[in-house]
């Protein structure tokens, strides 16, 4: 069910005091879940659509850390680093909010129909400027970038090329005030050109997610933290050991691998997500999926 609010009255103060410094302004919330979390702020985990495998593992790690000292991951439910923070965050049992740019009672992409199902589970959060019944448009994407931002007390930017997304959500949260973060890479690969622009434009550079959390003034942890290599074992979640079964090198359409799986269409898809963020398996161009082998994984 789709709820709405008034932001003022919904939102942390220095939320909707930063929120009411951007244009177009923000008036009404529409929400799912548990909206206790707007009045709290998170931090926010974004990044590249086509992230590298390592990537997929710092977004996790970051969303981990962040999880288990009792923050709220915030992210915009798209494929890639987004995912991978939402997923790290329920890994922990942590709560984690999807930022959507189309009304509630859509999901983009469908594929995270199941990762929307799973956050709203974990007693997480679906929040949306937009009414039910508003499709997902180019233009709004943008938009909704401000909401991420402005919702969080720091931003973490994981691999963006320049002029992406998530260096929208970025440039935002500088303008806002938020404390922007970047974790560097290579001055060569274009998916790090978005982040070291930022850099160069106030951002701080982080190494690791306890440096990026120390930076925030956020304590040490109550409990371990799981290293990255403990998280997403396929043995973990029955739909993923069984799609990783049947996928090989040679890209497989859905259809195909719900037939040789025995699954069903929305387990597989589920399974596909927990192998994409292990990387263990990838998505083709022309939409087909195939599977990676990593050194001493088979």
Not at 45 to 52: L, N, Q
Not at 108 to 122: G, N
Request: net charge negative; hydrophobic share 40%.
């Amino acid at each position: 069910m789709t709820n709405v609010g008034s932001a003022q009255s919904l939102l942390h103060p220095l939320s909707w005091a930063r929120l009411n410094t951007i244009s177009p302004s923000l008036e009404h919330i529409y929400w799912q879940g548990n909206a206790s979390l707007l009045a709290q702020q998170g931090l926010a985990i974004v990044g590249s659509r086509r992230a590298s495998a390592q990537g997929l593992v710092d977004a996790k790690d970051f969303a981990v850390h962040a999880a288990t000292r009792g923050m709220s991951v915030i992210s915009g439910l798209a494929v890639g680093v987004d995912a991978a923070a939402h997923m790290g965050a329920l890994s922990v049992a942590g709560h984690t909010i999807a930022v959507l740019a189309h009304g509630l009672d859509q999901t983009y992409p469908k594929r995270h129909q199941w990762l929307l199902h799973q956050i709203l589970e974990s007693g997480g959060l679906l929040v949306s400027e937009y009414p039910d019944g508003t499709p997902p448009r180019p233009y709004q994407f943008p938009l909704r970038n401000r909401l991420i931002a402005g919702l969080s007390r720091g931003i973490c930017l994981i691999e963006a090329a320049r002029g992406s997304g998530s260096i929208i959500t970025a440039l935002y949260g500088l303008e806002m005030g938020v404390d922007v973060s970047v974790v560097p890479g290579s001055i060569h690969d274009p998916l790090f050109e978005g982040g070291l622009g930022l850099i160069r434009q106030g951002a701080g550079l982080v190494r690791s997610a306890n440096e990026w959390l120390e930076d925030l003034g956020l304590a040490p942890p109550a409990r371990p933290v799981p290293q990255p290599s403990q998280l997403w074992d396929a043995d973990d979640d029955p739909r993923a050991d069984g799609v990783i079964r049947v996928l090989s090198a040679q890209a497989q359409g859905l259809e195909a691998l719900c037939e040789s799986s025995g699954l069903s269409q929305a387990d597989v898809q589920a399974g596909l997500l927990v192998l994409e963020l292990q990387g263990r398996a990838h998505r083709t161009p022309h939409g087909g999926w195939q599977r990676l082998v990593r050194p001493g994984v088979f």
